[in-house]
Structure formats: C-alpha cells, structure tokens
C-alpha cells in the first residue's frame, strides 16, 4: 500500500525525487519502500542519467526513520528495508544528487551524504541523533569514515548536528548555495549533457575505489576502463569529436 509520500517526476534527463510528508518527512516501511520502487526502473533507462533526492518542504529535509521502527521487534523490517535502498542506490549506473535544504537527521543523513554531490542551503543542519535513543547508525557507521575520516566519529557518537558550512569542511556537503533549485538545475543539466555509458562507469570506478588500498582501487577502476569503458561507443566518440574540434554525438553506449 502507497502513501504517496514519494512524488516521482522525469524531467531534464534526470528521475526527481520529492519527499512530501509533513510536517517532517520522516521515513516510515511504507515511505522506505516505495522509495526502493522508485528506484527500480533506473538501471534499464538510458535516458535518465541523474538520479535527484529533495524535499517538497521548506526548511526540512527530513527528520529521517520513525522512530517507531527501531524499537526491537520492529527494527529487523526497518532494517532490510533500509539498507536495500543504499545498495541499489551503490549499484545504479546514474550520478546522484542531494538537494538539500533544512533539516536532515538520522537515516535521511544517511541518505543523503551516500550521494555523489550533496547540495545544501546555509541553513541546512546534517546530524545522526541516534545514539540518543539508544542505537547507532549502521550505513554512517561504514560510509562516513570512508568520506568524512575522524568527523564521522563526531557525528554518530555525539549525535550533535553541524551546520551546512561545517558539513563542508568536513567533506561531507558538496557547497553550500545560495539558490538550491537553480543550483540543482544546472548540476543535473550539466551531468545529463554527459555520455550515460561513461558516466556511469566512472562512477563505478569512483565508488570501488575506497574499497582497499590504493593499489588495489586503481587496479579495479584499470579494468572497468580496459574492459568496460574501452569498448563503448562513446569513448571512442568522445577522442574522435576532440580530434576533429567538434562537440561529442554521445549515443549513451
């Protein structure tokens, strides 16, 4: 059964998608869920090159999952659920996008700082409060030390959020803008005008490679190019338009 709490547009080469629950936008299993099936049909669009997370609220985020579903009978649902998301959202061959303004605590956080840019207002505050309430985060507990390095620590056992500027400084905000819808507009308008073949294949060379060391990172992302990359049209495309002082034809293949 669907709340409606996901609104689901296609626009500007882009899959927007809108938290619109008030009055905090807090990520119940039913909210969770239907998030996970906006998601699914990424991978088969070809056309759709940017994936965007925002909210339909001023000022708020979100203030991330029920707390309701971490109590214990109910947490291991929540869970599954949960992290599902953060895997398929790992696996898309789209960029992604944060666009943030307000508020953004626990497993909206999370959500949000998984993204490859994350966008935010001044006025934006990023906080994982669950220590608080007795538990921890599980994907901030393994993605931000990967990001954010001694910072994460700060974050998930204090459980006192920084502002956008300090979320910044830390690595864990893209920028901090001024005008958050013309700034998202033009970061997706800029990745749409990419090749989706490459684009999607140098966000998995940039994803595995904070896995390891560095010699094993730069031996994975060296086989995505020979064996991947290399064969796509549109890097052969890509060489041939420079050589001839042309703009690119992409073909997304």
Same mark, same amino acid.
């Given at each position: 059964?669907?709340?409606?709490?996901?609104?689901?547009?296609?626009?500007?080469?882009?899959?927007? @998608?809108?938290?619109?629950?008030?009055?905090?936008?807090?990520?119940?299993l *039913?909210?969770?869920?239907?998030?996970?099936? +906006?998601?699914?049909?990424?991978?088969?669009?070809?056309?759709?090159?940017?994936?965007?997370?925002?909210?339909?609220l001023?000022?708020?985020?979100?203030?991330?999952?029920?707390?309701?579903?971490?109590e214990?009978?109910r947490?291991? /649902?929540?869970?599954?659920?949960?992290?599902?998301?953060?895997?398929? @959202?790992?696996?898309?061959?789209?960029? *992604?996008?944060?666009?943030?303004?307000?508020?953004?605590?626990?497993?909206?956080?999370?959500?949000?700082?998984?993204?490859?840019?994350? %966008?935010? *207002?001044?006025?934006?505050?990023?906080?994982?409060?669950?220590i608080?309430?007795?538990?921890?985060? /599980?994907? =901030?507990?393994?993605?931000l030390?990967?990001?954010?390095?001694?910072?994460?620590?700060?974050?998930? %056992?204090?459980?006192?959020p920084v =502002?956008?500027a300090?979320? =910044?400084?830390?690595?864990?905000?893209t920028?901090?803008?001024?005008?958050?819808?013309?700034?998202?507009?033009?970061?997706?308008?800029?990745? +749409?005008?990419?090749s989706?073949?490459?684009?999607?294949? +140098?966000?998995? +060379?940039?994803?595995?490679?904070?896995?390891?060391?560095?010699?094993?990172? %730069?031996?994975?992302?060296?086989?995505?190019?020979?064996?991947?990359?290399?064969? *796509?049209?549109?890097?052969?495309?890509?060489?041939?338009a420079?050589?001839?002082k042309?703009?690119?034809?992409?073909?997304?293949?």
């Amino acid at each position: 059964m669907k709340s409606g709490a996901i609104a689901v547009e296609e626009r500007g080469g882009g899959l927007w @998608l809108t938290l619109q629950r008030p009055p905090l936008n807090v990520l119940d299993l *039913t909210a969770i869920r239907e998030l996970h099936d +906006a998601l699914r049909l990424l991978p088969s669009r070809r056309d759709l090159k940017v994936l965007v997370l925002r909210s339909a609220l001023d000022g708020t985020f979100s203030a991330g999952v029920d707390v309701r579903d971490h109590e214990r009978e109910r947490a291991g /649902p929540m869970l599954d659920a949960f992290h599902r998301v953060f895997l398929f @959202l790992e696996s898309l061959p789209q960029a *992604t996008v944060a666009s943030v303004d307000g508020r953004c605590l626990g497993g909206a956080c999370e959500l949000a700082l998984f993204c490859d840019f994350v %966008l935010a *207002t001044p006025l934006s505050a990023f906080g994982q409060p669950e220590i608080d309430l007795g538990c921890f985060p /599980p994907v =901030a507990a393994v993605w931000l030390p990967r990001v954010a390095g001694r910072a994460a620590y700060e974050l998930v %056992l204090s459980g006192v959020p920084v =502002a956008a500027a300090e979320a =910044a400084r830390m690595g864990l905000v893209t920028r901090v803008v001024g005008d958050l819808a013309a700034e998202t507009e033009a970061l997706v308008a800029r990745l +749409a005008g990419k090749s989706g073949s490459v684009l999607a294949l +140098a966000r998995k +060379a940039l994803r595995q490679g904070v896995h390891g060391t560095f010699a094993e990172g %730069l031996a994975r992302a060296e086989e995505v190019y020979r064996k991947e990359l290399l064969s *796509t049209q549109d890097a052969e495309e890509g060489v041939r338009a420079f050589l001839e002082k042309r703009k690119p034809r992409w073909t997304d293949r």
